[in-house]
């Protein structure tokens, strides 16, 4: 098969490129994208790419596989591979480090916008802050985000404004914190939402839906994070 | 918080709501005009001016206008906000929206007050 993949080294290359390697699968067992980018890697080592845990579970191998965005770890060739070819590019919309490397700051800058962790200023209790199941299922669907990125980057409004935009996985993050019951700092970090950027550019195109690997909606929660702004000002 | 001083209520949440009651209030009058014309397909000049003298109508087409440029000029703004990265840019933009916004309502009033 064809394998296509955006190069791009910036101590050598003037401009990223497309390198286009025939390749065969051992086999022709419908292996992962990621032991397909071990084959090319045997091949050619200069290639770079992030991997760790390789079963979906540490989000480091975000990449846009045939124009969608995903885990290489986790999506067979079947599932991506059209007409024999498969294009692998960077996560669109930040900056390309190296290859198929790409910056995250701009994304990492967000999640730490939204306080990723509980705030509660009552007296700590002896042993430990209890929830009833009930209010533990509300996190279901929220806490199970590995950031990996995969839903921001596939965000036209998070492309636009990743600097004011907190986008999908900040969000979703977002209302994990306002949802937990053991917080209480709801006001606050609602008062911190409530800009023409931070969540109302969100247009419900729901890309992020569509591509999270962990089969997440960041658009439902975004959906509950506005509810609680208009109860909270009506 | 993100701080923006041109959007139009300076909270996002007033602006979505804000562009979810003009949205109403523009439906609300389109299909009422669509309705109208329907019902009087042999329109006179006549009964279209006594249309228009009633205060009422008057008051629900000024209601509609200002709708109109407060749901344009919010659209625009997140336009703008989106795709116009040069500042300059975006601030003439704005201020061409701007000043189009005002030369319509003022327009519409003097249409409406002057039948
Ligand atoms: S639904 Fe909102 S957050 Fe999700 S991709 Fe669309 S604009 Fe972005
Ligand atoms: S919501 Fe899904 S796509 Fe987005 S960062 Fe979390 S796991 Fe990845
Ligand atoms: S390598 Fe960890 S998620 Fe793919």
Redesign the pocket.
Known sequence: MLVSVYRYNPEIDDAPYMQDVHIDIPGGKDIMVLDLLQLLKDKDSTLAYRRSCREGVC?SD?MNMNGK?GLACITPLSEVVENDKLVLRPLPGLPVIRDLVIDMTQFYKQYEKIKPFLINDTPAPAIERLQSPEERAELDGLY?????????T?CPSFWWNPDKFVG??GL??AYRFLADSRDTATNERLAELDDPFSVFRCHGIMN?VN??????N?TKAIGKIRNMLIQQAT | MVTSITSFGRSGLYDWMMQRVTALVLATYTIFMIGYLLFNPDLSYEQWKDLFSGTGMRIYTLLAILSLVAHAWIGMWSVSTDYIKQAGARFVFQSVCGLLAFIYVVWGIQILWGI
């Open positions: 989000g975000g965005n199970e985000c590995i950031l990996c990125a995969c839903c921001s596939a999908p996985s979703l993050q992020c591509v999270c690997p962990k089969g997440l960041p």
